[in-house]
């Protein structure tokens, strides 16, 4: 009975995990919300998902230590103390940022940027630490003892230079962090056979871009150019129903010895689209 703690499944690619993994009753998945209320009902209102009783729905804010803690504790009564797989997708995807390179940003808005970078920190690095930290008495019980985080290829430097993707400065500045705390806590328990990988799951379409301005679109518009640059056959984003099934399959075939505190694709390499 594999045991799934998936951080993030109100809405997005985290709602999509939810749905896919719950497909088969062997599996135990405990998605943390920030509003159980409302995902219970977009869950109860699901055709799919309303009578899977293998779903359990905890609420967690995931800047409040003391929620992940009870999320935990909460987890160990779910499953009998032990996890096989934990998942940190929740994120902050600022729109402040979304359009703009850094020097733009910073030129007009400077307390503004430090303002999104910090939220940005607190939200998709510093609450990671603690929620790995919270739930690895859990994982170091469990079999499969996979703890991924989802990354994105704008952190990927190389990519970043070689396009001059100047895009989302802010979130990719918080999101290379989060790719040196997946290796960090793999130099911490490579040796327990715990497998800390960061996932990007492609471009994927989840809305985040459904309320851009005519000039927003047009500098998205520039960046999608750089992307078929990049990757001739990228025609768009992709669904979250096609990348979950592609993320999966990564963090189902990578090992420990091999891909301990990587961070690739959804197509399991360093090609992000
Ligand atoms: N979509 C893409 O193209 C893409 C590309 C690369 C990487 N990613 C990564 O994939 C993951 C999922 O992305 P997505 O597109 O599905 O994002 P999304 O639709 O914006 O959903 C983000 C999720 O994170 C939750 N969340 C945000 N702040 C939180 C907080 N402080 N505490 C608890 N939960 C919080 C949200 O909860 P609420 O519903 O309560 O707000 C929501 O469920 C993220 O890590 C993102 O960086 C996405």
Known sequence: MPSYVIA?????????????ISSDPNNTVIGTVRNKAETSKKVSEDADLKDRSNIHLLEAEL?????LKRAAEDTAKITGGSLDYLVASAAYVSQFDAYDSIGVLGTNKPQELEDDLKKAFDINVVAVI???????????KGQAKKVVAISTGMADAELVNKYEVGMGPLYAISKTALNMVVAKFNAQYKKDGVLFLGISPGVVDTGNF???????????????QKFVEYAPHFAGPITPEESVRAVRSVWEKATVQENGGDFISHYGTKQWL
């Open 210 to 224: 459904a309320n851009a301005t005519e000039d927003q679109l047009k500098s998205m518009g520039g960046m999608m």
């Open 8 to 20: 993030g499944v109100a809405r997005g690619i985290g709602y999509e995990f939810l749905r896919q």
């Open 63 to 67: 800047t409040n230590y003391e929620a």
């Open 130 to 140: 603690h929620l790995y930290n919270l739930f690895m008495p859990l994982i170091l």
